[in-house]
């Protein structure tokens, strides 16, 4: 019997919020952790998520946590695509006459879900980073 709600869903909540949320420069901690699980309805607690993130490792996401202070801090360590290889995939898209606009727009939509949301804040469906880096 589950011990909490939405079990089934905790380590792919876990996995998504992880991905999405961290990065090189941005950690995470296990009370942020536990909140962000909270907006998915998932319950857990502390010593369950501790296994649940050694155990990311088996769907190949490796997580690192550093002592800072008196807490841990989280983060991916590793990604399908770093930031520059997505920036290629976008340009060379972009660039392409052979795809169209529309498939243009779901392809990058696809490919900003491999990164941080950090990675991508202040872009337009269009880019993968901000205008100004473009040039």
């Known amino acids: 019997m589950p011990k909490g709600t939405n079990q089934k ?7 998504q919020i992880m991905l999405e949320n ?3 420069e941005h950690y995470i901690t296990m009370p942020e952790i536990m909140e962000e699980l909270g907006k998915y309805e998932v ?25 800072i202070g008196n807490r841990y801090h989280y983060r991916v360590v590793n990604r399908p695509f770093e ?5 290629l995939l976008v340009d060379s898209i972009q660039s392409s006459k052979f795809i169209t606009e ?3 727009n779901t392809l990058i939509k696809s490919w900003k879900s491999w990164s941080a ?4 804040r202040g872009c337009s469906d269009r ?9």
């Open 9 to 15: 869903l905790k380590l792919y909540r876990l996995a």
């Open 22 to 24: 961290t990065d090189d």
């Open 43 to 67: 319950t857990a607690d502390r010593k369950t998520i501790y296994a649940d993130l050694r155990d990311l490792s088996v769907l190949g996401i490796e997580v690192e946590g550093e002592p």
């Open 83 to 87: 930031l520059p290889e997505l920036k």
């Open 102 to 104: 529309k498939k243009t």
């Open 117 to 120: 949301n950090t990675m991508h």
């Open 127 to 135: 880019c993968m980073y901000p205008e100004e880096l473009r040039q």
